[in-house]
């Protein structure tokens, strides 16, 4: 059965670093997403990509965040310079149709230290 | 804005009992998808089931059952014969059907715990 896959599983940063994390979504999808879930916390929504463009973001999704589809399998989530509470795990998730479930990937530790 | 509340922080119960997880849920909308996904400790996100608003059959999977009550705004989880695999967190998730950039609106979720 296809599944999203993310590297890498949990990576270690200094503050002020730049990260990125990456993702394969499901290999027909065509709407992709990331999410943050701080330790503890409920999983929220931080940005949507359709078409090679940002559908939607939320306000946690300042400048530091970006993504990008650098090809046709990889979907990217960069911080440009990590903060103390961008510690938390991110999720990639990606649907076919927008009637369809979003599938999520396993997830990224991201610890900054 | 949409919200999804979950109000039992943590539930207990025997193996081979049955339990009931709780979700609420706020919007204006009148078509849109309701999900339940849980969480072992591998903090993978596993889809349980699925409910489209406009279906008024309440959706099983296996185990697993919803009692969806629209005019309630209410989506509650029914596990019957529980086992120690279905120790997890479970969250409960909303979407609006109208597009594909809206991103899931997930609840505080609820701690599960099967004893032996």
């Known amino acids: 059965e296809p599944e999203v896959t993310q590297t890498p599983s949990h990576q270690v940063t200094q503050m002020g670093q730049e990260v990125i994390l990456r993702c394969v979504p499901i290999?027909?999808?065509?709407?992709f997403y990331w999410y943050r879930q701080i330790l503890g916390q409920k999983v929220e929504f931080l940005v949507s990509?359709?078409?090679?463009?940002?559908?939607?973001k939320s306000e946690i999704f300042d400048d530091q965040f970006s993504v990008e589809r650098p090809d046709g399998s990889n979907f990217t989530l960069k911080i440009r310079s990590t903060k103390l509470e961008d510690s938390a795990m991110y999720f990639c998730?990606?649907?076919?149709?927008?009637?369809?479930?979003?599938?999520f990937g396993p997830g990224t530790r991201l610890t900054v230290l | 804005a949409q919200t999804v509340t979950q109000s039992q922080p943590e539930m207990s119960v025997q193996e081979a009992e049955t339990v009931t997880l709780s979700c609420t849920y706020d919007?204006?909308?009148?078509?849109?998808?309701l999900f339940w996904y849980k969480q072992p400790p591998s903090r993978q996100m596993i889809l349980v089931i699925r409910?489209?608003?406009?279906?008024?059959q309440n959706a099983t999977e296996n185990r697993f059952s919803v009692n969806f009550q629209k005019a309630a705004k209410s989506f509650s989880l029914k596990i019957s014969d529980s086992q120690l695999g279905d120790t997890a967190m479970y969250f409960c998730?909303?979407?609006?059907?109208?597009?594909?950039?809206?991103?899931?609106?997930f609840g505080k979720g609820t701690h599960l715990i099967i004893q032996p």
């Open positions: 990509f359709y078409n090679n463009e940002i559908s939607e």
């Open positions: 919007t204006s909308e009148n078509n849109y998808y």
């Open positions: 998730a990606s649907r076919g149709s927008p009637a369809d479930t979003q599938y």
């Open positions: 290999s027909n999808h065509l709407y």
């Open positions: 998730a909303f979407i609006n059907s109208g597009g594909g950039a809206d991103g899931l609106t």
């Open positions: 409910q489209e608003a406009y279906k008024q």
